[in-house]
């Protein structure tokens, strides 16, 4: 007996810094990683970075912290 899972479709209660996509909780005023105000509720998917010395996709969008980000921010792929 196999169980299809389905990917959520409702949107976790965060907020994207426009500055560098990292994912903040919506009481937030200002983003946790660059400390910039400009948060959006404007957002799309995540990614996830546990262990940033051993993850080429950390390297390649240059995070040296385990972090959450958005992919995509008002628009613009981050």
């Given at each position: 007996?196999s169980?299809?899972?389905?990917?959520?479709?409702?949107?976790?209660?965060?907020?994207?810094c426009?500055?560098?996509?990292?994912?903040?909780?919506?009481?937030?005023?200002?983003?946790?990683?660059?400390?910039?105000?400009?948060?959006?509720?404007?957002?799309?998917?995540?990614?996830?970075?546990?262990?940033?010395?051993?993850?080429?996709?950390?390297?390649?969008?240059?995070?040296?912290?385990?972090?959450?980000?958005?992919?995509?921010?008002?628009?613009?792929?981050?």
């Amino acid at each position: 007996m196999s169980i299809a899972r389905k990917a959520p479709t409702k949107k976790p209660p965060l907020k994207a810094c426009r500055e560098c996509g990292t994912l903040n909780l919506r009481e937030a005023s200002q983003c946790s990683n660059c400390g910039s105000p400009n948060l959006t509720d404007d957002w799309e998917g995540i990614v996830i970075i546990l262990k940033p010395n051993s993850s080429i996709v950390g390297s390649k969008i240059g995070v040296d912290k385990p972090i959450m980000r958005a992919i995509k921010v008002a628009g613009r792929i981050v």
